[in-house]
Every structure is written in C-alpha cells, then in structure tokens.
C-alpha cells in the first residue's frame, strides 16, 4: 500500500474513523486512499477552522480523537484558533497537514512555511513523516499521544503520501488515567468546611464527578464551584446544580471572597481573561491555600468518589429539582431567549455554548430541564459554536443539539451551516442577534480605555449594513426564520425541534 493508504488503515485500526477535511494538492493521494478504506468516514469543510472545531466537538462527545486533513501551513493557519480552543479543553485530536514532496521542499515554491513551527503552538505531540516504511508507525504514535487529552499533528509530505511501501501499524492500548494517591485524599479531606471550595474542571464536571462532589458538599458543608468554561458539562434535573466561576473579575472575586481552601479537582487555578490597569490577575484570595486533589488529566472522578466515602460517606448529595420557565411572551430579550429554550430543550440535548453576553440567564433558565450536556468556549477564540455543534452532531446523531450562537462570532466560521446541511445534522442554531461585539463594549470600559466616541463605536457596531442570517443560513442549504418576539421564537424553536436537520433561528435582540 502506498503512504497514505497505510496513514487511514492506521487510523481506522486505531479507533479514528471520522475525519474533518479541507484537503489541496499535496492531500490529494490521502483523498484518493478513502476509498480503499471506506470504514474512514470524511466530512468536507469549506473552512479549515470548521474542520477543527468540529474534530473538537466530535472528541468532547466521544471521548476518542477524530482526524482532520489540512493543506500545508496557510491550511494549519486556518484552522488554529479552533486548535487552540481544543488545546484549552485537552481534546483528544489528530492532525493530519499535507506538506509537499520533500523533493520540492528545496524550491521554496509559493506556499512553503514552517509547518511544524505553526503546529508547535498548539500541538502536545508533532511529527513530520519522512519515510513511507514509518508512515504507520508515526500515524500509531499520533494516534496515541492524541489519546493522552492533546492535540497531535502529524506532517505529511506528498512523496511519503504517494509512495509504495507503507503499512498499517497497531496502535498501543490507551492508558487509564493516573490515579490520585490516597495520602492526597486524606490531606484534603483534612480542609474540607464551609471555608473551602471544590473548584471543579475536566471529568469532575460529568456525572459520576458531580455526583461525588455534591456527596461532599452535602455531608462536609463545603461548597462547589466549576471552572468557567468547561470543555463538557453534564447539568440538568437529576444531575447536581454547580455554578460556574463568572467572566467578570469582580463576580468571581465575589464568589471566591472569604474562600481559605481552594481544592483544584480537574482544573487550573483560577485566573482572569485579560489584565486590567491597577487589577492582579490572579483570582485566588490573598490569605488562601490552594490545594490540587487532581491536576487536569488524572482521574478526578475516582479521587472525588474516595473523598465523598472518607469524608461524607453516609450523606446524599443534592441534584437540581425539574422545572422549566414559563413561556414568556411578547418583547425578546436575552432574559426571555434564555427562558425560551428552558423552557423547550429537548431530554438528551447537547447545548454548544457560544451566545457570549446574551447567554448571562442561560444557566438559570435551564437548570431544571431535562438532564443534558453543555459544551462551551474553552479557549476564549471566538467562531468555535457552529463547528463544535457540528462535530457534536455527528458523533451523537440520536441526539437533538442545540447552538447558541453570538452574531458577531457566528461570522467567523458560518461556513459550518453548509456541512450541517450537506451531512443532514440534527443542529438548531439560535443566533443572538444584537447587532454588537457588545463584549467588547464592556471591555472598552474595564481596560480604562477613553471611549465612547463615534469612530470607536464603529468598530464594535455590526450594523451599516445589517447581517441577514436568514438570507446567509439559506444560501447554504439551511432552512432558516427570524423571530423579533419570545412568541415567534417560541414557536420556531419548537417547530426546528421537530424537523429532522439542520435549522437556523435568527432571534433579533434589542440593537447592541
């Protein structure tokens, strides 16, 4: 077999069927080798930064990586901010970037660049295949590091691709989480009290964590908080109710005031997005100790489920009662978008997270829904919504998801609508549409930047001309309707909730 057959055998082998793809030249023999290997299923992306939001919604679902297949360095350069957000949320994930012959490489034609240098920035594990004899065993390598939570890019010049004399190579079985010490357990559960918080990220924030923490909570009165976004979040009637670290620095200043005992379980300790003029960036109280029972990548369930039976063995932990919104009618808002879908979110849902300042009553209004998954922004690059639900939906096609889309980011990445439609994606997009980077409107002021001026303004303004998403959703082969009402909105989200694939709901907020 030739290098790129023996590349998606490999792959197949290893667990890896689903690739995202904006392939070009140099992939060419990768396409023509799907269909000696027709267990790969590829998706066509017209963007790279579709392929690689989706390849991290696809993994968030699963828990195993998928593939994408990128084209050169401008092709890798697409589709970074996406493998950053993916990086930030430890998805496991394999890139597969052609590059060219490596008899070409020497002419430094048009579109050469340093590919490994770009994959370094958001890469854990990144290899250039320079024989076809090692193409299997460096695609087992990527296939494994992957599997450790990380994003693993594997360079494949077109030579290696195209010649004879590859083959398939096992990949090695995936390690189990390490797991946490009992002498870490027991120095924990020494601080536990009302004094202390259980900060909550990566498998703690799934079902069996949450469960063992809230049994902490209940039996030792210490309280639960979660990181702010986490990569997936289990939440709903029947699954305790843990609130989230605000983006504000001031809110999680609140928060975490009076806080002695901060118990990392998962997560990093916590730090605000940006600087601020005359503000330290650290959140943790001066005074309090910061303790890690699980760094990101152990087995924070299991440490939390030994804490809940040494700790608070006997006491049952609180989980979050059903109970939806009532229907609001008449103005639209983000209060009455937010009550809409409480309201309607189907049982089993998986909520993509990316509806930014108009997502401030999200959690409230869907607290008691039926139980279903959240996932949000993790890295803070905007245009991750409409990939992630993408790759949700085709990793978990019996289930309905739902994305939250802000208008502003919406733009950078809107050609994921098109593969939704293409592949017939059970995805209802909700786009909160005010018109505004209103984000950034708030941040003018909190970075003490003089604003407020006309042409300051201008750059945060969406307007002049207006965004038709309708016009925008439909072009791309999504059915798609506007809602200036809660009742309108309303009754098309419970229409789109209905309909088997892809559909889109511009739902017009007051402006800015």
């Known amino acids: 077999m030739n290098g790129a057959q023996a590349v998606i055998r490999t792959l197949v082998e290893g667990g890896v069927d689903v690739c995202f793809a904006n392939p070009g030249t140099s992939e060419m023999h990768f396409v023509a080798a799907l269909d000696d290997v027709p267990e790969m299923r590829a998706v066509l992306t017209l963007f790279e930064g579709v392929a690689t939001g989706a390849a991290d919604g696809y993994a968030r679902m699963t828990g195993t990586p998928a593939a994408t297949l990128l084209h050169l360095g401008p092709g890798l350069g697409n589709g970074i901010a996406n493998l950053h957000n993916a990086r930030r949320a430890r998805t496991p994930l394999v890139n597969v970037v052609g590059d060219h012959a490596l008899t070409h490489k020497r002419l430094d034609a048009p579109l050469e660049s340093d590919i490994d240098a770009l994959a370094g920035t958001v890469s854990g594990w ?20 992957a599997a450790r939570g990380q994003v693993a890019t594997l360079v494949l010049p077109a030579d290696v691709s195209w010649s004879d004399g590859g083959a398939s190579a096992a990949v090695p079985a995936r390690r189990p989480a390490p797991q946490v010490p009992a002498a870490v357990v027991a120095e924990v559960a020494e601080v536990l009290g009302g004094s202390t918080v259980l900060f909550l990220g990566g498998d703690a924030v799934l079902e069996p964590g949450l469960r063992a923490a809230a049994q902490v909570a209940a039996g030792t009165g210490t309280r639960l908080l979660s990181q702010r976004s986490p990569a997936r979040m289990q939440r709903g009637a029947g699954l305790p109710d843990v609130l989230k670290l605000p983006y504000p620095p001031e809110g999680a200043r609140k928060q975490l005031d009076g806080v002695e005992h901060l118990v990392l379980v998962g997560a990093a300790e ?81 909520v993509v997270d990316e509806a930014l300042t108009s997502g401030y009553f999200l959690p409230m ?148």
Not at 295 to 311: R, S
Not at 378 to 406: E, K
């Open 365 to 512: 209004a869907t607290v008691g829904s039926p139980a279903h998954d959240w996932l949000t922004l993790t890295g803070g690059a905007i245009g991750q919504g409409m990939p992630v639900a993408t790759g949700a939906a085709v990793a978990c096609p019996d289930r309905p998801v739902v994305s939250l889309q802000a208008d502003g980011s919406a733009m950078y990445t809107i050609q994921a609508l098109w593969t939704q439609a293409r592949e017939g994606l059970d995805v209802t997009t909700v786009i909160c549409d005010n018109g505004a980077y209103a984000i950034l409107a708030s941040e003018l002021e909190n970075v003490g930047a003089a604003g407020g001026g006309a042409r300051a303004g201008k750059l945060l303004d969406l307007g002049g001309p207006a965004l038709d998403f309708v016009a925008l959703a439909t072009g791309m082969g999504v059915p798609a309707t506007r809602a200036t009402t809660a009742d309108e909105l309303a009754d098309q989200f419970r229409s789109a909730l209905a309909e088997p694939g892809p559909h889109l709901i511009d739902a017009v907020l007051p402006r800015g």
């Open 270 to 350: 916590p730090v605000a997005f940006f600087g601020y003029p005359g503000m330290d960036g650290r959140l943790v109280p001066e005074g309090c100790t910061v303790h890690v029972l699980a760094a990101p990548g152990e087995d924070g369930t299991a440490a939390l489920q030994a804490l809940a039976e040494l700790a608070a063995p006997d006491a049952a932990p609180q989980v979050a009662q059903a109970r939806r919104p009532e229907l609001p009618t008449g103005d639209l808002d983000i209060k009455a978008l937010a009550e809409v879908v409480g309201a309607l979110l189907p049982e089993r849902a998986i």
């Open 126 to 145: 990144v290899r250039r295949s320079l024989t076809t004899s090692d193409v299997g065993a460096d695609t087992a390598d990527a296939v494994a590091a």
